[in-house]
């Protein structure tokens, strides 16, 4: 967190603003569970997805207080995720810390999650209409990118099914960020294309490699019989494998492979940003594409 921090400061101002407003808008959320919502809201965040707002909002020149919305808006969806992420996996922690669905159960864990959605539907009731619709296509990507996810467990899948249910999991919300800020302003087609190619390229690496990182940890996804790559380009190779037993199997091959096809995707999104104008900000996108996407 500390080196994203460095690399950000270009846009230090917004997003000291938006820790502000942010906590402003949980301590007046009335809720029951609010000092351990804020816990679990501020303790060690990357806060990619509201970054990458500011960061488009600065290279697009929008200024508008809208811009603060959508930031907020994903970032608060995002977290809602977690929380229903969380009950579905089983999972009791989360950046080194007890889960909702551990500490409290998972109907509260649900709930929270659900009262998270409510704020983020608060906040874009002060937007526009399109916003609110973007936001709620994304959502909804959000929602089939897991059912996809849930109904295939258990199952050896297809590499291309991977890519689409990964990018609609991960992807959807950095997208609805970057489209929201189209709806702000006339932005010229080519500039949105090359943008929204980046941001889809970056979000699909990005998720490639936490699940990556899944699997050199706790191993998580493979214990909910959700087969991330690695273990696809295992099978691959191997047709007779068992996947319940990976201890006495070499994996570093396919650990490898899973990591070339990162620095794939992450040089396919660099490409798309290239068109951009030189600015600071394009600076500080490469440089987090970089320091993120690393192996």
């Known amino acids: 967190m500390k080196q994203i921090n460095e690399i950000i400061l270009p846009i ?46 600065k290279i697009l020149e929008i200024d508008s207080e809208n811009v603060l919305k959508i930031a907020l808006a994903t970032e608060i969806i995002h977290n809602a995720s977690l929380l229903h992420d969380d009950v579905i996996d089983e999972e ?3 950046r080194n810390t007890e889960t909702f669905y551990k500490k409290f159960g998972s109907k509260i864990a649900i709930l929270e999650g659900d009262f998270l959605l409510s704020l983020a539907l608060e906040i874009l009731s002060k937007t526009n209409n399109q916003i609110t619709l ?6 909804k990507d959000t929602i089939l990118g897991e059912i996809e996810q849930n109904i295939n467990t258990n199952k050896i899948i297809d590499e291309e099914i991977y890519y ?4 609609n999991k991960t992807g959807s919300l950095f997208l609805a960020g970057l489209e929201a800020l189209f709806a702000l302003k006339e932005i010229d087609n080519k500039i949105k294309e090359s943008l929204i190619n980046f941001i889809k390229q970056y979000a699909l690496a990005f998720q490639i490699k936490n699940d990556i990182d899944n699997f050199l940890n706790n191993k998580s996804d493979i214990k909910n019989g959700n087969y991330t790559l690695p273990v696809l380009y295992l099978c691959k190779a191997n047709a007779n494998i068992n996947i319940d037993d990976l201890s006495n199997i070499k994996i570093d091959e396919f650990l490898k492979l899973s990591q070339e096809k990162i620095g794939e995707i992450r040089n396919k999104a660099l490409n798309y940003i290239d068109s951009i104008e030189e600015s600071i900000y394009k600076k500080t996108i490469i440089e987090l594409c970089e320091l993120t996407l690393r192996s």
């Open 92 to 94: 009791e922690y989360r």
């Open 134 to 139: 973007i936001f709620a296509k994304r959502i």
């Open 12 to 57: 230090k101002c917004d997003l000291d603003n938006f820790e502000i407003e942010l906590k402003k808008i949980i301590n007046n959320s009335q809720n029951f569970l609010m000092q351990d919502l804020e816990n679990f809201l501020f303790k060690n965040p990357k806060r990619l997805r509201p970054i990458f707002v500011f960061l488009f909002s």
């Open 164 to 167: 689409r249910k990964t990018f």
